[in-house]
């Protein structure tokens, strides 16, 4: 696989209830960091790594960021999934498919809300016979994500673990390599990507875990949303 054999998508579309009491005029993804939007960061590590088109699946205050980014943004294409309805992480993504003009065999799919430059021609290029792949950071509390099993020997992923244990561990970055087909086959049209996806993919154990050290954030409380801010401004 290449950059150029797979969609390159984004989840923008959540309200960002929790981050309310600090960001309650725009989408999460457009919270400032740095004067800029918390989605640039995203969009400027994918440059680096070589991406040219990104699809953006928007829903709350699509407009918003439909009308600030527009076409482009640096040498990237940028297109547009907008779901009326909210239909779940992995329902904008079977939208977004089904809209494409043309089909890729794969999906490179990024939340919105987590920053984690990884080197993703890594898990792009991994020679595995397991096209769905996971990558997976190590921290130092799994509290609060909940962790994942890995068989060591082959990088398979054998569970997902709730988010009741502490401790170190292994947890899911927000980065995922999906087969398309594997998204546009499941039954619903509203459905959640973890639970309905990737918990019947480690079930059936087709599911590869790729790990990555970069620095991982979730900006998703405010806590952790300020705590990016000031890792930028110490840079």
């Not at 992995?90 to 494409?100: E, T």
Request: glycine share 6%.
């Amino acid at each position: 696989m290449s950059f150029h054999s797979i969609h390159v998508m984004i989840l923008a579309g959540g309200k960002g209830s929790r981050l309310r009491s600090v960001v309650n005029d725009r989408p999460k993804v457009m919270a400032e960091v740095d004067d800029k939007p918390f989605l640039n960061w995203i969009l400027d590590h994918l440059h680096e790594q070589g991406v040219r088109e990104v699809t953006l699946l928007t829903g709350y205050m699509a407009d918003s960021i439909e009308s600030f980014y527009g076409q482009s943004y640096r040498e990237m294409r940028l297109l547009y999934s907008r779901e009326d309805n909210p239909l779940g992480t992995g329902g904008s993504v079977k939208l977004a498919l089904k809209r494409l003009s043309h089909q890729k065999p794969a999906c490179l799919l990024l939340n919105g809300d987590t920053y984690f430059p990884a080197d993703l021609s890594l898990a792009v290029n991994l020679q595995s016979p397991l096209a769905n792949r996971i990558l997976v950071t190590q921290v130092a509390d799994i509290s609060r994500y909940g962790s994942l099993q890995i068989d060591s020997a082959t990088g398979i992923v054998l569970n997902f673990n709730e988010k009741i244990q502490c401790g170190p561990g292994l947890i899911n970055a927000g980065t995922y390599i999906l087969e398309t087909e594997e998204l546009l086959n499941v039954p619903f049209e509203a459905f959640s990507l973890e639970t309905d996806l990737l918990r019947p993919l480690v079930s059936k154990r087709m599911l590869m875990a790729v790990k990555d050290q970069a620095p991982f954030i979730d900006i998703g409380v405010p806590v952790d949303y300020s705590n990016f801010k000031t890792m930028v401004s110490n840079r």
